[in-house]
């Protein structure tokens, strides 16, 4: 009788890298998270297994899930501000409205592939202890840069901007609560939000300059 040969076992075993970086392991992370699944639910194992590694390698770049969600976090806020930054900046260059193209900007983000801006968005509400804290932290590089803009702004058209820290955090919260609202809806409907988001902002920066000029 005539025999086959069988494939070898390890042949048939899914491969694995033998190194794997940081990045690596943040961008398996993301393809498995989305609009609604928070990192929080994501094992350490799911992770390995996306990465193509074997779970102890995990241990090479991260002490834990935990370090390495607060790591995507902060990789979200760095990208999401530098994206921002620069609509901003051409914004100012062709004279368009500095509020509607960072509001259409935030938008495309949030439609975006990478689904940075879902992290951030996601473990603000739904994550532990020390990934909230990590979303605080990206906030707040948001109103710090938001508050030099906005007074800068205010200045050039020669107003004086109440509270502009205040007016910042406003505005940051706002987009991002307004954000999280958005992820659960069609795309179709971005064109309203963004003129919604819009004229919030337009309203709060307009009663800020009035409130800087008292009467």
Do not use: C
């Not at 928070?38 to 995990?58: D, H, Q, Y």
């Not at 994206?83 to 938008?107: C, L, N, Q």
Request: charged content about 25%; proline content about 4%.
């Amino acid at each position: 009788m005539t025999s086959i040969a069988l494939p070898a076992a390890e042949d048939s075993a899914p491969s694995r890298k033998a190194a794997i970086s940081r990045e690596d392991l943040l961008a398996a992370a993301l393809a498995l998270i989305g609009p609604h699944r928070s990192l929080s639910t994501l094992s350490l194992r799911e992770v390995a297994r996306e990465a193509g590694i074997a779970p102890n390698s995990f241990y090479r770049q991260f002490r834990d899930m935990d370090e390495l969600a607060v790591a995507l976090i902060d990789r979200a806020g760095r990208s999401l501000r530098t994206i921002i930054g620069h609509a901003r900046e051409r914004a100012t260059s062709t004279d368009r409205s500095v509020i509607r193209v960072s509001v259409e900007t935030f938008m495309e983000q949030l439609r975006a592939d990478d689904k940075l801006l879902h992290v951030l968005l996601r473990e603000g509400a739904v994550g532990s202890d020390a990934f909230k804290h990590a979303v605080e932290r990206e906030l707040n590089y948001f109103e710090e840069e938001l508050q030099l803009d906005l007074v800068r702004l205010a200045a050039a058209d020669g107003a004086v901007l109440h509270e502009p820290a205040l007016v910042s955090k406003a505005i940051t919260r706002l987009v991002f609560a307004m954000g999280a609202t958005a992820m659960d809806l069609p795309p179709e409907k971005d064109p309203e939000l963004i003129e919604q988001i819009s004229q919030m902002l337009r309203m709060i920066i307009t009663g800020a300059r009035a409130l800087g000029h008292p009467v």
